[in-house]
């Protein structure tokens, strides 16, 4: 997880784009799993991990909410001719478990303004921005964009990429494999080195 999360890829797409220590990481992974309102996930494709995604600011309460960010094994992914398919599938699954499992009526996040890409994918999912706010972060002035996606707005993707209906999709036997692929770290006790 550290190994991805500082490739330079990730470090660039991410606000605190700076190396992230095995000290840090460590510190931030003892804060994290005893924090009722974050969830650390790995995402597996094609039974390898290969991705994080973190849900964070998560509340329960009247409406319920929360935000998100992802990472992907990106050089791993890449020397697989994997890429594609997989931040189409981690999307998907994140997407899911926000509305599935945790049961969120709104998926917030954020994603830089220059990550151009991301935001083409996140408007495929029918997360629409807000205004971008200018930050700077280890020296670095980023525009920050804000995001969300309501639960009546969420759109479900087939395989190729065509929109279908939600009940029908959770039949399908890739969509399910693909939801159980999303392993949440804090319950299993277990540290996602
Ligand atoms: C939403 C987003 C822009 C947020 O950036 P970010 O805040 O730096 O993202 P992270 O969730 O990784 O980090 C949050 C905090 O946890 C810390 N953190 C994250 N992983 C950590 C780790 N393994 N060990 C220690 N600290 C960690 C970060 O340093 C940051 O600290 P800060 O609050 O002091 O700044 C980014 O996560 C994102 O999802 N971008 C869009 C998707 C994308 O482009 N993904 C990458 C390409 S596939």
């Given at each position: 997880?550290?190994?991805w999360?500082?490739q330079?890829?990730?470090?660039?797409?991410?606000?605190?784009s700076?190396?992230?220590?095995?000290?840090e990481?460590?510190?931030?992974?003892s804060?994290?799993r005893?924090?009722?309102?974050?969830?650390?996930?790995?995402?597996?494709?094609?039974?390898?991990?290969?991705?994080?995604v973190?849900f964070?600011?998560?509340?329960?309460?009247?409406?319920?909410?929360?935000?998100?960010?992802?990472?992907?094994?990106?050089?791993?992914?890449?020397?697989?001719?994997a890429?594609?398919?997989?931040?189409?599938?981690?999307?998907?699954?994140?997407?899911?478990?926000?509305?599935?499992?945790?049961?969120?009526?709104?998926?917030?996040?954020?994603?830089?303004?220059?990550?151009?890409?991301?935001?083409?994918?996140?408007?495929r999912?029918?997360?629409?921005?807000?205004?971008?706010?200018?930050?700077?972060?280890?020296?670095r002035?980023i525009?920050?964009?804000?995001?969300?996606?309501?639960?009546?707005?969420?759109?479900?993707?087939?395989?190729?990429?065509?929109?279908?209906?939600r009940?029908?999709?959770?039949?399908?036997t890739?969509?399910i494999?693909?939801?159980?692929a999303?392993?949440?770290?804090?319950?299993?006790?277990?540290?996602?080195?």
């Amino acid at each position: 997880m550290l190994s991805w999360r500082n490739q330079e890829i990730n470090r660039q797409a991410s606000k605190n784009s700076h190396v992230i220590s095995v000290e840090e990481h460590l510190r931030w992974w003892s804060a994290v799993r005893a924090d009722p309102t974050r969830r650390v996930l790995t995402y597996r494709h094609d039974d390898l991990p290969c991705g994080v995604v973190t849900f964070f600011d998560l509340r329960f309460d009247q409406h319920r909410t929360g935000s998100w960010g992802f990472y992907l094994d990106a050089e791993g992914l890449a020397a697989r001719g994997a890429t594609l398919p997989a931040w189409l599938a981690v999307m998907r699954a994140a997407v899911d478990y926000a509305f599935d499992v945790l049961e969120l009526d709104r998926l917030d996040g954020e994603v830089l303004a220059d990550n151009t890409v991301v935001r083409q994918m996140n408007r495929r999912f029918r997360f629409v921005e807000g205004t971008g706010r200018q930050e700077v972060h280890n020296g670095r002035q980023i525009t920050v964009i804000p995001i969300s996606l309501h639960r009546s707005d969420r759109r479900v993707l087939d395989f190729s990429g065509k929109s279908t209906c939600r009940s029908h999709h959770v039949s399908s036997t890739p969509y399910i494999i693909q939801r159980l692929a999303i392993t949440d770290h804090r319950r299993t006790r277990e540290h996602p080195a």
